[in-house]
């Protein structure tokens, strides 16, 4: 199979459904330090996957998908931080936890792939 688009790439979309998720999840937070860090890790991941698929060869490629993959790590870890001083929900923490997961796994995937 071939991907003629970034928007076609489905850790592309997950990511992008994360993002979303971060930003509304978020949105009424007055740590903007916390907050600011976690919206921009979770940008990161989209727009890494975006721009090393636009370079158009597999190295560069994959090396992005390692960018964005640390940066889904990086999301993970401070929704471990959000979650112990109750900054979300049981719930919200489990649906991005488990999104993020499914991310990594696709972004790993994709980098054997190449």
């Known amino acids: 199979m071939v991907i003629h688009r970034f928007e076609d790439i489905i850790s592309w979309q997950k990511s992008k459904e994360l993002t979303v998720l971060i930003y509304s999840v978020f949105s009424d937070s007055r740590d903007f330090g916390f907050k600011d860090q976690i919206q921009r890790a979770a940008v990161s991941i989209m727009n890494n996957i975006a721009e090393g698929f636009e370079r158009r060869t597999n190295k560069e490629f994959t090396h992005f998908l ?49």
Do not use: P
Request: one cysteine or more; proline letters at 0%.
């Open 66 to 114: 390692f960018i964005a993959k640390g940066s889904c790590g990086e999301v993970r870890s401070m929704l471990y931080i959000a979650k112990e001083l109750n900054k979300i929900s049981n719930d919200d923490f489990s649906k991005l936890h488990s999104l993020s997961e499914e991310i990594s796994k696709l972004l790993s995937g994709l980098i054997k792939t190449l």
